[in-house]
């Protein structure tokens, strides 16, 4: 055990109960540690809508794989490296597709120049709805409160009889949802695209 004070003692505590699945540890771990992961991350990726996305998905990390937590040692260290991990994860996808993306971009720019940014976005509000629809009821409730209508989580708390830590709970599951959704379904929309795309292409040659 740590030789630190009280604090350390009641830290260990805490990672002992998040561990084990307690949502008020992850919530009072997420309230502790969220913005300085960001900030690490923002150094890292310069983009705030981007570092914000990774560090949200740390927090997913966290939970899922809360039962290799080390009570021993400080959590700020491993979400640091799960962080690091993540970031180097994504600049490695991106380098691996990075040209395949410019060539499908481009193709697709002279083949769809057509299509108009309004059609675009109201195409991607349209995706977004689908995937809150695909959400349990009350994950579902919690987010369009609080991500779609703009309250705090402390108005939702009284508006629905319950804790905000359940309500952090609900918005990380959700984002994780909706991300894997809306991954899923642009994947399926790409393939499409890039079939067709390439048929077009073929048919130049």
Known sequence: MNAGGPYDHDEQLLLIQLRNGNERAFTYFYERHSLIIYRKIKKMVKVD????ELM???FVRLWDKRHLIDPEKPLKSYLFLIAQNLVYDFYRKLGREERLQSEVMKAFTETYLHTEEEVFARETQDILNKAVEHLPPQQQLVFRLCKL???TY?????????STATINTH????????????FNYNHVAMQVLLASVITDLARKL
């Open 49 to 52: 809508v981007l570092a914000d």
């Open 56 to 58: 949200q998905d740390v």
């Open 149 to 151: 209508e703009g309250k």
């Open 154 to 162: 402390e108005q939702v708390s009284q508006e629905l009889g319950i």
């Open 171 to 182: 918005i990380v599951r959700a984002t994780k949802s909706i991300k894997e959704f809306m």
